[in-house]
């Protein structure tokens, strides 16, 4: 995957993780989002099989550890991404 191509796929995830959490905090309190977005992270990672250290072109005998170490980079994008559109509509 190119760099441009693999920085746009984590960008989409990390907004998608977000929406879905935006989604769930009406309902749970603000600990239990934390762990919503992390998980939805993960999960993503896990069903599109993406790997932060799989596209620098590291190697792993464990594909489960880069999709998880992925998942919640993701997920605290997420929560970036959150703050940077917070700041922009003041």
Known sequence: MEPVVALQTLIFM???VEALTA???QFIS???SE????LAGVTLCFAYK?????ILGMQTEYPVVDYVISGIIISQGS??????FK???K
């Open 79 to 84: 929560n970036a991404l959150s703050e940077l």
């Open 30 to 32: 603000n600990k239990a």
């Open 35 to 38: 762990l919503v977005t992390i």
């Open 50 to 54: 993406v790997g932060i250290f799989t």
């Open 23 to 25: 989604i769930f905090r």
């Open 14 to 16: 990390s907004v998608v």
């Open 87 to 89: 700041l922009r509509q």
